[in-house]
């Protein structure tokens, strides 16, 4: 079992950024691949961002491209989201998810552990 713990969200104005973190306690977490997704208010769970266990692959969806970063520290269990450059269509719950196996994902259904979320909101 993999607990996950988000923080960072927030209110921020367009063009701002946030730096959204989580914390994963009860496996090695070098194991896993790691996982941000969104959900705006009445929209569907999105992808975001994965990377892989040792880092070396990454993948960020095309709205993010160019604005979002994700990276991880295995010594501190942590996975990370900066975002920079934020619009107000970034608006939404961000979840951090856990998926098995260590190689990276884009695909909702490959994740295995999920965060309660965290809020983002871009005002304009």
């Known amino acids: 079992q993999v607990q996950l713990v988000e923080s960072g969200g927030g209110l921020v104005q367009a063009g701002g950024s946030l730096s959204l973190s989580c914390v994963a306690s009860?496996?090695?977490?070098?194991?896993?691949?790691m996982g941000w997704f969104r959900q705006a208010p009445g929209k569907e769970r999105e992808f975001v961002s994965t990377?892989?266990?040792?880092?070396?692959?990454?993948s960020l969806a095309d709205s993010v491209k160019g604005r979002f970063t994700i990276s991880r520290d295995n010594a501190k269990n942590t996975v990370y989201l900066r975002m920079n450059s934020l619009k107000p269509e970034d608006t939404a719950v961000y979840y951090c998810?856990?998926?098995?196996?260590?190689?990276?994902?884009?695909?909702?259904?490959?994740?295995?552990?999920w965060g309660q979320g965290t809020q983002v909101t871009v005002s304009s």
């Open positions: 009860g496996r090695t977490f070098s194991g896993y691949a």
């Open positions: 998810a856990a998926k098995r196996g260590g190689t990276y994902s884009r695909r909702i259904g490959d994740y295995d552990y």
């Open positions: 990377i892989s266990w040792n880092s070396g692959i990454t």
